[in-house]
């Protein structure tokens, strides 16, 4: 599969980590930190790639400033995931997004792929993965919902958009959709990887 042009990735990478006590981005994962495991797969499916930051970003830029990446601080980071939402779309000027997480290491490639292949199918749909029973993120967003995505706010990510627009979803195997949040995750990640 070739590279979209028309689409970016937002990658979200802003959050503070507290449950966890230490930068979830920086977490080494077979010798390379998760923040650059989800730049290296949001490479492959485009050279659009946006990364948010936010919390200790001097140290996660470092990390990153090498890749050919556009890099975008959240001043407000602390204000939850909606705002990072938010300031990361404004930012977006191509017809479409999908949005990842920087903690979801384990997502095979394919997934994505196939998120953008349904997404290519149904132009105008909400294209989400599923897992644990809900939709959720990795997510495509065609433009038309950007206008509503610029307004989410605090911790309340797109969820709310999935329960107006009915998306259409791909499965993710609950093994797979494993994220960072504490250290007991952390232990659960690295016994599946």
């Not at 080494?28 to 930190?33: A, D, Q, R, V």
């Not at 998760?34 to 730049?39: E, H, T, W």
């Amino acid at each position: 599969m070739g590279k979209s042009i028309n689409l970016a990735v937002l990658i979200l990478a802003a959050g503070t980590s507290s449950r966890l006590g230490e930068p979830k981005q920086l977490l080494n994962l077979k010798g390379k930190s998760l923040i650059n495991i989800a730049i290296e797969k949001a490479l492959e499916l485009t050279s659009n790639v946006t990364v948010v930051l936010g919390h200790k970003n001097d140290e996660v830029k470092k990390e990153i400033e090498n890749k050919n990446i556009n890099i975008i601080i959240n001043p407000n980071y602390e204000d939850g995931m909606g705002n990072t939402i938010a300031f990361g779309v404004s930012n977006i000027k191509e017809e479409k997004v999908l949005i990842m997480l920087c903690d979801q290491p384990l997502i095979p490639i394919e997934h994505y792929e196939n998120l953008i292949k349904l997404s290519n199918e149904n132009k105008d749909k909400i294209i989400c993965s599923q897992y644990k029973n809900q939709h959720a993120v990795p997510t495509i967003f065609p433009k038309k919902y950007f206008e509503e995505l610029k307004k989410l706010k605090g911790n309340k990510g797109a969820k709310q958009l999935f329960l107006k627009y009915e998306p259409i979803s791909i499965v993710l195997a609950d093994n797979y959709s494993i994220d960072v949040d504490t250290k007991e995750d952390w232990q659960e990640l690295l016994k599946n990887s």
